[in-house]
């Protein structure tokens, strides 16, 4: 007789690990989904999630794209302190977790969800609405609070023993970190700042997008990499940090962008405008890049700028914008 199969939801954090190890010990065949979406602090840095590889979990990556920035717009049952619309969230991640359970042929879906560790999502009374929407009533198994949760089909069902779960609740970390040394596991992520949407810096940039009607995927990418400009309510600029940033910055130019840098002698950032640009606002964009230039003592420097695709290179010599007055357009 074949195990039962579970669908087992991983974020890369350690609770979702924990939740599938303790499930998978049980007997049970756990099968790992991850959901990828635009905002997660990792895609920051390149978004990855080894922890189900690497524990011995089969795992498939589900990218949630365009649909889940209609979530974001307006989400049906708000948002939490800052653009994080969670309850929408989970509602939606579990009704796509729910048809991967039923191509599979498994019998129930995993949660590393903790009672009373966020306060907008892991309330009793979130808890219940959330499966209720997703359609998944008595299939979700959250098994490092089960005790403290009415029992599940599962239970009911006899496929896990109720007494072998857990009583996990509250915000503390000390159960998760004993059980993962218990498990093996050392090499897992710190909890907090896993979504760009909690993150107030984050969140008004995306506003920002939401408010000129630019909520896009290629948009949200440069909401990740560098300081951001409004100039208008047509045009934005990026100006990079560092190397990396300016790289980055690089790779995300498209066709109709403006790149800005300085010249070949000069130490400064690389800098993308997206939008319509006449020629003041050409000017103004070589001139807030001129000032995070090293400019060597020089009152101007040469800002280097070309259209993409097809457009030559011109410069523009000027002076380095006052920053109090650059921080009239920052977001």
């Known amino acids: 007789m074949s195990a039962i199969k579970a669908v087992a939801l991983v974020s890369g954090g350690l609770d979702s690990s924990l939740a599938a190890k303790l499930v998978q010990g049980l007997g ?14 990792a ?3 390149g978004c990855g999630n080894k922890e189900a590889a690497d524990r011995g979990l089969p795992r498939e990556e589900i990218f949630l794209k365009e649909e889940f920035l209609e979530i974001v717009k307006a989400p049906k049952h708000g948002y939490g302190s800052n653009l994080n619309p969670c309850i929408d969230c989970k509602i939606f991640m579990l009704r796509r977790a729910a048809e991967t359970m ?11 969800e903790v009672l009373g560790q966020r306060p907008m999502s892991q309330h009793r009374q979130a808890l219940e609405l959330i499966a209720k929407e997703a359609q998944v009533e008595g299939l979700v198994l959250r098994p490092l609070s089960a005790k403290l949760l009415p ?3 599962p239970e009911k069902e006899g496929w896990v023993e109720r007494n072998r779960l857990l009583d996990f609740s509250g915000r503390g970390r000390r159960p998760q970190m004993e059980l993962a040394k218990k498990f093996g596991i050392t090499d897992y992520q710190t909890p907090a ?30 909401l990740k990499t560098g300081r951001y400009f409004r100039l208008g309510s047509r045009a934005k600029l990026i ?5 990396r940033e300016n790289n980055r910055i690089s790779d995300l130019v498209k066709s109709g962008d403006y790149l800005f840098s300085p010249d070949a002698n000069t130490a400064g ?27 060597n003592g020089q009152g101007e420097g040469e800002i280097i700028y070309k259209k993409i695709p097809g457009d030559a290179q011109q410069t523009l010599r000027v002076a380095p914008m006052d920053r109090g007055l650059i921080r009239e357009f920052g977001v």
């Open 28 to 41: 049970i065949d756990v099968i790992a989904v991850n959901f990828k979406i635009p905002f997660s602090q």
């Open 43 to 45: 895609a920051k840095d």
């Open 102 to 112: 039923r191509q599979k042929g498994a019998k129930f879906l995993i949660t590393g």
């Open 151 to 153: 029992a599940t089909i």
């Open 193 to 222: 700042g896993g979504c760009l949407l909690t993150d107030p810096d984050f969140a008004k940039k995306l506003k920002d997008l939401i408010k000129h009607k630019e909520l896009d995927l290629d948009n949200i990418e440069l």
């Open 239 to 243: 100006v990079g940090r560092n190397e």
């Open 269 to 295: 950032p690389t800098a993308l405008c997206r939008g319509e640009l006449d020629d003041g606002l050409i000017k103004l964009c070589c001139g807030i890049t001129a000032s995070y230039c090293d400019l």
